[in-house]
């Protein structure tokens, strides 16, 4: 059964993969907005933001410029899944001996795949615009983990979204709070500088601890307890993402 599951997800994912190579706009679109906005904080507003830290603006940036370059991706994923829902291609699979799981899970993987590139891209930017780190290759897959992890997580929201929404624009539409959430969190400025109310939210939502671990492993810090704050963050989020996505998919092809 685990091999069946196994190789339907292969078979679906290499579909979903072949689509992307055949619009890699798609990828290029994901990249420029959090580019963008690396360019612009780092060369219009960075002079005037004091960040309190030692290491270059750039280097504190970086983190939350990957959760938007992941945040920004993962709206394809609703955007395609409700395509296909749309055009009766989760039918279709219905009346083939597909494992019902391996539809969702290689919209998924695809876009762990699509998002990993994009955040090479970024990185790469962020690399000759000056950013630099000592980390070793484990920090590096630490870090790596992490952004799939996260990616893993906001990918299942995206698919509830897909699978939900009742035209093409409202799938792609709910990722706009994740690209959002890193501006009110530790991600451009330290959450010290922001009034009360809005530096308590900062301080207490999912995106500043698992920046604030990233930035910390690649100034070669110590993590302290953010981490398993972020994880923690993550891992519940995945759970109840995937518990609703499955759930809904239920009732969509039942």
């Known amino acids: 059964m685990t091999t069946h599951?196994?190789?339907?997800?292969?078979?679906?994912?290499?579909?979903?993969?072949?689509?992307?190579?055949?619009?890699?706009?798609?990828?290029?679109?994901?990249?420029?907005t959090p580019v963008a906005l690396l360019l612009l904080f780092v060369y219009v507003l960075g002079g005037a933001i004091h960040t309190g830290s030692s290491q270059?603006?750039?280097?504190?940036?970086l983190p939350?410029?990957?959760?938007?370059?992941?945040?920004?991706?993962?709206?394809?994923?609703?955007?395609?899944l409700f395509l296909d829902l749309q055009g009766g291609i989760f039918e279709?699979?219905?009346?083939?001996?597909?494992?019902?799981?391996?539809?969702?899970?290689?919209?998924?993987?695809?876009?762990?795949?699509?998002?990993?590139?994009?955040v090479a891209v970024v990185i790469g930017v962020a690399l000759i615009m000056g950013f630099r780190t000592g980390a070793s290759i484990a920090v590096w897959l630490a870090v790596a983990g992490m952004l799939i992890l996260f990616t893993l997580a906001v990918t299942w929201l995206a698919v509830i979204a897909g699978l939900s929404a009742k035209t093409v624009d409202g799938a792609s539409a709910f990722s706009y709070p994740l690209i959002f959430l890193p501006f009110i969190s530790s991600a451009f400025v330290p959450t010290s500088s922001m009034p009360g109310p809005v530096a308590w939210f900062a301080e207490n939502q999912p995106v500043t601890s698992i920046v604030n671990t990233i930035r910390a492993l690649f100034a070669q810090q110590a993590v302290g307890s953010e981490v398993?704050?972020?994880?923690?963050?993550?891992?519940?989020?995945?759970?109840?993402?995937?518990?609703?996505?499955?759930?809904?998919?239920?009732?969509k092809v039942s």
């Open 5 to 32: 599951v196994l190789g339907d997800t292969s078979v679906l994912t290499g579909r979903s993969l072949r689509h992307i190579l055949r619009s890699p706009d798609t990828i290029i679109t994901t990249v420029v």
């Open 64 to 80: 939350g410029i990957l959760l938007i370059t992941i945040a920004s991706g993962v709206a394809y994923t609703a955007y395609r």
């Open 92 to 118: 279709r699979f219905q009346s083939m001996p597909i494992a019902r799981s391996s539809v969702l899970w290689a919209h998924v993987l695809t876009s762990v795949t699509a998002n990993l590139v994009s």
């Open 56 to 61: 270059s603006y750039v280097n504190y940036l």
């Open 228 to 251: 398993w704050i972020a994880l923690a963050w993550l891992v519940s989020l995945l759970a109840v993402a995937y518990a609703f996505a499955i759930a809904t998919y239920g009732r």
